[in-house]
């Protein structure tokens, strides 16, 4: 099936910093999601993105389907957004099937 | 809308036991998705079905898991007997495509452990 890296595995960073997270994928794709999962473990949808630029406040993100990656930016970080940031594809060859990358662990620092 | 509903949220059994969870997915979304999550293994698709019907089952483990969803409105995911093995966080999640935003909604989770 299709590969997903996420990059970096963690990351540590101050309050205020600004952060970007990435997601390569092996093969083309007609969906792609970004979700934060905060310390309680629930799933949060923060973008569908499959390809282009979005944004939602401190938050947004791009995806270059052609070169297969998206990013992930965090401006100004807070300690409310640590957690852990999954990417999540569905690739051309099965329309539904969701495959999700082992996620970017981020800690902000007070 | 209240999200996508599943229950219970904590589920402690013994081994050999049967346990069956539960999933109210968003009025309107016609898939419905059963993840579960381990440290060692992620995020795993387990089963997922459209329109009530089942598409892909190839991620349920063995034949002690079974899920069915009755109607549009209702899902359950049963592990029969249940094993030590089995302890994870199960999630239900449900989406709606085809109609330009086909984001997928998690619900929050049925934290297992199986003793």
């Known amino acids: 099936g299709i590969q997903v890296e996420q990059s970096p595995p963690d990351l540590i960073l101050q309050e205020g910093a600004n952060s970007t997270l990435r997601c390569n994928f092996s093969?083309?794709?007609?969906?792609l999601q970004w979700f934060h999962q905060n310390p309680w473990g629930q799933l949060i949808n923060l973008f569908y993105?499959?390809?282009g630029t979005k944004q939602n406040g401190r938050l947004s993100a791009t995806t270059v389907a052609t070169e297969r990656y998206s990013l992930l930016y965090i401006s100004s970080s807070q300690t409310t957004d640590s957690g852990v940031y999954f990417c999540?594809?569905?690739?051309?060859?099965?329309?539904?099937?969701?495959?999700f990358g082992s996620g970017t662990k981020l800690n902000v620092k007070p | 809308d209240a999200g996508v509903i599943q229950s219970p949220r904590h589920e402690v059994t013994e081994m050999g036991q049967e346990v069956t969870l539960r999933c109210k997915p968003i009025s309107g979304h016609d898939y419905l998705f059963w993840y579960r999550q381990t440290m060692m293994r992620g995020l795993e698709l387990l089963i997922y079905?459209?329109?009530?019907?089942?598409?892909?089952d190839s991620g349920m483990p063995e034949d002690r898991f079974s899920a069915k969803m009755p109607n549009a409105s209702f899902s359950t995911l049963k592990i029969q007997p249940s094993e030590p093995r089995d302890s994870a966080v199960y999630f239900c999640?449900?989406?709606?495509?085809?109609?330009?935003?086909?984001?997928?909604?998690f619900g929050s989770g049925t934290q297992l452990s199986v003793l």
């Open positions: 993105i499959p390809s």
């Open positions: 999540a594809v569905v690739p051309l060859y099965n329309f539904n099937k969701f495959y």
């Open positions: 093969d083309s794709v007609n969906n």
């Open positions: 079905f459209n329109n009530n019907v089942p598409i892909d």
């Open positions: 999640a449900s989406s709606v495509r085809g109609r330009g935003d086909e984001k997928l909604f």
